[in-house]
C-alpha cells in the first residue's frame, strides 16, 4: 500500500510524539516466544527509528520489563510461555500503568478477541503482517495515548481550578485565600518555590502573606517579613508591564540585579500579575521547576491570577460592605443611647442624627422631621417637606396601591423594613426604616414616629458584590465547557480520521476494479450490483467516494475551529489578522444554527481588506456573538443574515456589518443593551454578559461596536476597527 496515503496523519501524528520523545528514544517492548518473529519485528522498529529492549518470552517477565524500562508502547503476543498469556498480562500491567497495549498474534477467533477488548488495547495486528500496518498501528496508538494524556492533565487541572473557585467563595481571609492559590501554583506547575501577594489600596505595598518559606531555610536567610514598601528590577517590570513574564534561564534578563548572598539560586520562573480592568491588585510568583517552563504553565498560572484577582475584589468589597453596616449599627446604637439617656439634649440629638427622624400623622401629613429626613427626600427645609404626604412617598414604584398602615404588625410596629422611596428630583433611593403607631386607648392611632437610613451606597456596593460572585461562577462553568468541548473534539475526530484514511484506499480499489468490469460489460452487456445497472454505477461509484472525502474534511475542519474557540485565549492583541478569515471561521462555527434559522444567508467578503494587528480569537468571539443574536431574532427561516466585511482607505478604517431581518430591538432598550447583565432574554436564559463583553473585547483593540435597529424590521451591529498599518 501507498504510505503517501496517510502522510498528512503521520505527519500530525509525528508531531504530537516529538513532544515527548525524539523517535530514537521511543522505546518498545516485544512480548513474543517465537524468536523467528521476535527479531524481524525487531529488526523493522529498529529499521522506523525506534528502540527494542531485550526479548521478552512470557507474561510475567513482561509485567517486570515494563517496571523496570518503562517502555511507551507494549507489542503483546496473545499466546505466550508460561502460565500467563498476553491478555491476563495485559490486565495486570494497567494495574499500575497506563501504557498504549497493541496485541500481535495470529488468533483471530472471536472468542479471543471478545477477551482482548477487555483489556481496552491500541491495536490489534494479525500475524503476518507489512511494515506499513505495523508502523502505521504504532504511530496510531502512540497519538491516542499522547491525545489521552493531554486530555487526563487538562481535565486535571480544570477540576483543581474550579475547585479552588469554589473554595475562595467561602474564605474569609485573604491569609488563607493567599496559601490556597500559592499551594495549588506550585502543585499544577511543579515549582519548588513560590509566594502570592496582593496590593494594599491605602499604602501601595504588595503584601505577601504567602511565601514557600521552606524554600529560604535552605540557603542563609533568616525569615523575612511578607511586606515589600519598594519595587525594583522583576517585580518593576511585571507591575508596570502587566504582563506575565517566563524565563528558564534568568542570568540573561538584565533587570534581574542577580540573587542576593545567602538566598536560594533561582534556575527558572514564571511571574503573573492578577488584574481588575488592567490594575494590578497582586502577583503570583513560582520558581525552581524540574525541567523548563512551558507555555500550558504560563496559561495555568494566568488563569490562577484572574480567580485571584476576583476573590481579592470580592473580599475588599465584602469588607467595605461590613465596614459600612458596622459603622451604620453602630450610629443607629449610640445615637438611641443618647436619645434614651438625655431628654434635654432632645432637640440637638434630634437635628444632628445621621439618621432621618419622623413623626407622621395618620393621614400622611408630616408633622415632625430632622435635617436628616429632609436630605434624604431632596428637600431644603422643613417648610418644603410638611406640605408633601409621605403616604404618596411612602412605597415603591411596584406597590404603588399600598398604605402605610396596612404594612404596620398587629403590634403596631415595624423593624428594620427596607424599601424603595422617590425623592424630590423622582428619583429612587433605597431605605431601612423603623416605625411604630402610635395609639389612643381606644386602639386608634394618634401619629407614627420612627427612624430612616439611605441604605443606596450599601445596596450598590452589595450589587457590584453580587456582579463579582456571579462572574466567578462563570468563569467555573466556562472551565468546565473547555473540558467538554476538548473530549467531544476527541471523539468525534477519532472515528473521522478513520474514515479519511480508508475512503481513498476503497477509491482506488474501485478504480482498480473498473477495468475487469468494464471488460466483463463489453463482452456480457450490463449487468445488475445491488439493484443498480453497472453503466449507471461506474460514473457515480467515484462521486460517492470524493463525497466522503469533502465530507470528512468538513468536519475535521469544524473540530478544529470548535478546539481553537474553545482554548484558553491569548491576551496578545498584536497578532496578525485576517478579518476575512475571522468572518469565516465564525460562520463554519455557526454554520449548523444558521441552517437552522434561515433560508437567506449571505456573506460578502471585502477584496482589498489589509491584514492589521489585533487578537484573533476574541474578535471571532465577537462575530459568533452577533451571529448567535441575529439567529434568535428570525420570527421564521424566510428573514435573511447578510455579513460583510470592508475597508475604507480614506478614514483607515475595517467594517464589519451583521443585518438580520429580525424582530429588531425597542428604543427604550437600545442604550442599555451593552450594559453588563442587561438582557431581555432571561426568561430563556440569557446572563446580559454577550454583548458587554463584545463592545469591551472591540474597545481594547480601539475600534467600536454600534448598533441600528427598528423594532419589527431588524438589527444591523456595526463593528468598527482602526488599521495603523496597511499591509496586504
Not at 20 to 38: A, F, N, Q, S
Not at 100 to 113: F, Q
Not at 274 to 292: E, M, P, R, T, Y
Amino acid at each position: 500500500m501507498d504510505e503517501s496515503h496517510f502522510s498528512p496523519l503521520l505527519q500530525d501524528m509525528t508531531d504530537i510524539k516529538m513532544e515527548i520523545k525524539r523517535k530514537e528514544d521511543v522505546k518498545i517492548l516485544v512480548v513474543e516466544d517465537e524468536y523467528i518473529t521476535y527479531h524481524a519485528v525487531k529488526a523493522v522498529l529498529e529499521k522506523k527509528g525506534y528502540s527494542v529492549p531485550s526479548i521478552v518470552t512470557t507474561g510475567e517477565e513482561a509485567i517486570l520489563k515494563v517496571k523496570e524500562a518503562s517502555p511507551h508502547l507494549v507489542l503483546m503476543d496473545i499466546w505466550l510461555d508460561g502460565e500467563m498469556d498476553g491478555i491476563e498480562a495485559a490486565g495486570k500491567i494497567h494495574e499500575f500503568s497506563t501504557i498504549p497495549i497493541i496485541y500481535l498474534t495470529a488468533l483471530a477467533d472471536r472468542k479471543s478477541i471478545e477477551r482482548a477488548k477487555i483489556s481496552e488495547p491500541y491495536g490489534y495486528i494479525l500475524k503476518p503482517c507489512d511494515e506499513n500496518t505495523l508502523f502505521t498501528t504504532i504511530e496510531m496508538a502512540l497519538y491516542k495515548h499522547n491525545i489521552d494524556e493531554l486530555i487526563r492533565q487538562e481535565k486535571e487541572i480544570n477540576t483543581k481550578l474550579a475547585e479552588l473557585s469554589q473554595a475562595l467563595l467561602k474564605i474569609p481571609s485573604m491569609e488563607e485565600i493567599s496559601q490556597l492559590v500559592l499551594e495549588q501554583a506550585q502543585r499544577l506547575s511543579g515549582s519548588l518555590v513560590g509566594c502570592v501577594g496582593y496590593i494594599d489600596e491605602e499604602t501601595g505595598y504588595l503584601i505577601c502573606p504567602a511565601v514557600s518559606y521552606h524554600a529560604a531555610d535552605e540557603g542563609r536567610v533568616e525569615k523575612k517579613s511578607g511586606i515589600l514598601k519598594g519595587f525594583s528590577g522583576l517585580w518593576t517590570k511585571v507591575l508596570e508591564n502587566k504582563k506575565n513574564l517566563v524565563s528558564n534561564s534568568p542570568r540573561h534578563i538584565p533587570e534581574l540585579p542577580g540573587i542576593p548572598g545567602g538566598h536560594i539560586s533561582i534556575g527558572n520562573f514564571m511571574v503573573t500579575p492578577a488584574l481588575i480592568s488592567d490594575k494590578v491588585v497582586g502577583i503570583i510568583f513560582v520558581a525552581n521547576k524540574k525541567g523548563n517552563y512551558e507555555e500550558k504553565d504560563s496559561l495555568v498560572l494566568q488563569r490562577l491570577a484572574t480567580i485571584y484577582a476576583l476573590a481579592f475584589q470580592k473580599r475588599q468589597m465584602q469588607e467595605k460592605l461590613d465596614l459600612h453596616r458596622r459603622h451604620l449599627e453602630k450610629s443607629v446604637r449610640e445615637r438611641t443611647k443618647e436619645l434614651e439617656k438625655s431628654r434635654a439634649n432632645y432637640r440637638n440629638l434630634f437635628e444632628d442624627s445621621p439618621v432621618g427622624i419622623f413623626k407622621v400623622a395618620a393621614d400622611g401629613r408630616i408633622l415632625m422631621a430632622n435635617s436628616a429626613f429632609i436630605n434624604i427626600l431632596g428637600y431644603s427645609s422643613f417648610e418644603e417637606i410638611s406640605r408633601v404626604k409621605l403616604e404618596n412617598t411612602w412605597f415603591s414604584p411596584a406597590d404603588p396601591d399600598s398604605k402605610f398602615k396596612q404594612r404596620q404588625e398587629p403590634e403596631g410596629e415595624v423593624k428594620g423594613i427596607e424599601d424603595q422611596w422617590t425623592t424630590k428630583d423622582n428619583q429612587v433611593i433605597f431605605v431601612r426604616k423603623n416605625v411604630r403607631a402610635i395609639k389612643d386607648q381606644k386602639g386608634n392611632v394618634l401619629y407614627y414616629e420612627g427612624t430612616v437610613e439611605d441604605i443606596t451606597g450599601q445596596k450598590k456596593a452589595e450589587e457590584k458584590a453580587k456582579q463579582q460572585e456571579q462572574q466567578l461562577i462563570q468563569a467555573d462553568k466556562m472551565v468546565a465547557l473547555g473540558t467538554l468541548v476538548s473530549g467531544v473534539a476527541h471523539e468525534i475526530n477519532n472515528p473521522n480520521n478513520f474514515i479519511m484514511m480508508n475512503t481513498p484506499l476503497l477509491l482506488e480499489l474501485w478504480q482498480e476494479i473498473c477495468p475487469i468490469l468494464e471488460r466483463y460489460y463489453e463482452t456480457s452487456g450490463d449487468f445488475s450490483i445491488k439493484g443498480f445497472n453497472y453503466s449507471e454505477l461506474k460514473g457515480a461509484v467515484p462521486d460517492l467516494f470524493v463525497g466522503i472525502i469533502n465530507g470528512a474534511k468538513r468536519i475535521k475542519n469544524i473540530v478544529t475551529d470548535l478546539k481553537d474557540f474553545a482554548r484558553r485565549e491569548s491576551d496578545d492583541i498584536n497578532q496578525d489578522v485576517d478579518i476575512n478569515e475571522v468572518v469565516k471561521t465564525a460562520v463554519n462555527l455557526t454554520s449548523m444554527m444558521i441552517e437552522k434559522s434561515t433560508r437567506h444567508f449571505s456573506v460578502r467578503y471585502g477584496k482589498n481588506n489589509p491584514v492589521f494587528k489585533g487578537n484573533f480569537q476574541r474578535l471571532e468571539q465577537v462575530i459568533v456573538n452577533l451571529i448567535q443574536n441575529s439567529c434568535e431574532a428570525l420570527p421564521d427561516k424566510e428573514k435573511g443574515i447578510a455579513i460583510s466585511t470592508d475597508f475604507d482607505e480614506a478614514t483607515g478604517l475595517i467594517t464589519v456589518n451583521v443585518a438580520d431581518e429580525g424582530i429588531g430591538i425597542e428604543p427604550q432598550h437600545l442604550k442599555f443593551i451593552m450594559d453588563p447583565f442587561f438582557t431581555t432574554k432571561r426568561d430563556s436564559g440569557g446572563t446580559g454578559l454577550g454583548l458587554s463583553i463584545a463592545s469591551t473585547i472591540i474597545n481594547q483593540q480601539g475600534g467600536s461596536l454600534s448598533f441600528a435597529a427598528q423594532p419589527g424590521k431588524g438589527t444591523t451591529a456595526t463593528i468598527t476597527i482602526p488599521v495603523k498599518e496597511v499591509r496586504k
